[in-house]
C-alpha cells in the first residue's frame, strides 16, 4: 500500500505523512515522518533526506528553514522531505540503527532483510521511487568536520553534474559509488541524486545550514521547481580523487593550518606532541590539495585520520580564496 500520493493532496501547503517503521522492543512505535507539498502547476519531484546517520543535524535545521521559505509559493511539481531518515538512530542520537547497520550502506533494502534493510525499503518506495530527482544531506562523522561540498556521480550523469554545479558550494567532489547508497540505488533506478556533506555530527553549523539551504534553493531554480537563477561562484573545483593524512605518533595534536585552504606538498599542516617525551611529530602534506575535512579532536592515535584532502582538477590557489570568501558571504554577522 502507498502512503505518499501527492496528487490526491490539496496544493500551497505541507503535508505531514506518517511512514510506520519496525518498532522498538519496549513497544513503542517507530515514524518516519515525510512532509509533502505539491503545487497546482505542473513540475518534477524533488526528495529531500536528512540524518540517514541518525546523529547528523545541519540537514534537519535546513529542511526546517526550506520549508518556511516564502520562495516556495512560486513552486512548480513536488516536494518530498524527510528531516530524519534514521528514526531509531535518532532517538539515541547514534549514526547507526540498533543493529549496529550503517543506513547508508543497506540500499535499496528489503521488506524481509534486516532492521536497517526495512528502513531503507520504506523510503525507497515511499519517497525515492515516487521523486525525479534528490538531494541527500549530511555532514561529517563525530569529531570531524566537512568544508560544506557536494559529492556525485559527475562522470556518468550529466543531470547530477547540473545540480551539483547549481547548489553553488565551491567544492564538488565527484565519485561513483558502489556502496549500497542511497545515492547508488536513486541512480540505478534513473534517479539522480547529489549528496551536501557539512560540518560536523551532533552540532549545527551556521555556515553550513545556510549553504544548504540557499544550495537547495539552487538547485530548485536549475531544474525549473523555482523562479529565479541560481547564485553560484565564480570558480567551482571539482575534485577526482582525495586521501587522508592520517597520524604518525599518538599524542595531543596542534592545527596549523585552516580547513579551506590549499596546501602544498610536504606543507608543515600541524604537529604531535608526544607527552613522554616532549618532542613534536611533524604532520606534512603527501600531496597537494584543499582541506575538505578534518579531526576536531585534539588528543589522537597513530593511524587516526587527521585531514582530508581533496585533489582538484587545475588546482591552485584561486579555488581556496573562494572557499574564503564563501565562508565570509554565509558567515554570521558580528556586532552590525
Ligand atoms: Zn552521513
Excluded: C
Excluded at 521523486?131 to 561529517?140: C, E, K, M, P, Q
Excluded at 604518525?248 to 602544498?264: C, N
Excluded at 587545475?314 to 554570521?332: I, K, R, S, T
Amino acid at each position: 500500500m502507498s502512503l505518499i500520493e501527492p496528487s490526491s493532496l490539496a496544493p500551497g501547503q505541507w503535508h505531514n505523512i506518517p511512514l510506520p517503521l519496525p518498532g522498538a522492543p519496549g513497544g513503542s512505535e517507530a515514524i518516519m515522518h515525510a512532509f509533502v507539498r505539491r503545487s497546482r502547476k505542473p513540475g518534477p519531484t524533488l526528495f529531500i533526506t536528512a540524518a540517514m546517520h541518525g546523529d547528523e543535524l545541519n540537514g534537519l535545521e535546513i529542511i526546517r528553514r526550506f520549508m518556511r521559505s516564502r520562495k516556495l509559493s512560486s513552486l512548480m511539481g513536488t516536494v518530498i522531505v524527510v528531516p530524519v531518515v534514521n528514526v531509531h538512530g535518532f532517538g539515541m542520537g547514534s549514526r547507526y540503527l540498533p543493529d549496529r547497520r550503517d543506513l547508508n550502506r543497506v540500499f535499496p533494502g528489503s521488506a524481509k532483510g534486516s532492521l536497517a534493510a526495512r528502513v531503507a525499503e520504506v523510503l525507497m518506495q515511499e519517497v525515492v521511487m515516487k521523486s525525479d530527482y534528490g538531494i541527500d544531506l549530511h555532514t561529517a562523522a563525530i569529531h570531524r568536520f566537512n568544508v560544506p561540498q557536494i559529492r556525485a556521480n559527475l562522470d556518468t550523469d550529466e543531470t547530477a553534474e547540473g545540480m551539483a554545479n547549481a547548489f553553488g558550494v565551491p567544492l564538488i567532489l565527484n565519485s561513483e559509488l558502489r556502496d549500497g547508497s542511497l545515492r547508488q540505488a536513486a541512480g540505478d533506478n534513473g534517479i539522480p541524486v547529489i549528496v551536501y556533506e557539512a560540518g560536523e555530527a551532533l552540532r549545527l553549523d551556521e555556515i553550513s545550514i545556510r549553504a544548504g539551504k540557499r544550495g537547495i534553493t539552487n538547485v530548485m531554480m536549475h531544474l525549473g521547481m523555482l523562479r529565479g537563477m541560481p547564485k553560484v561562484p565564480a570558480d567551482q573545483a571539482v575534485a577526482d580523487s582525495s586521501y587522508w593524512e592520517r597520524a604518525q605518533d599518538s599524542g595531543v595534536f596542534h592545527v596549523l593550518v585552516k580547513p579551506g585552504t590549499y596546501i602544498k606538498k610536504n606543507q608543515l599542516l600541524a604537529r604531535i606532541i608526544g607527552p613522554s617525551t616532549m618532542q613534536a611529530t611533524e604532520v606534512r602534506a603527501t600531496r597537494a590539495g584543499i582541506i575538505v575535512g578534518f579531526t576536531q579532536l585534539a588528543m589522537v592515535y597513530e593511524g587516526d585520520a587527521l585531514f582530508h584532502i581533496a585533489r582538484y582538477r587545475g588546482m591552485h590557489e584561486d579555488v581556496a580564496n573562494q572557499v574564503e570568501q564563501f565562508h565570509e558571504e554565509l558567515g554570521p554577522e558580528y556586532g552590525t
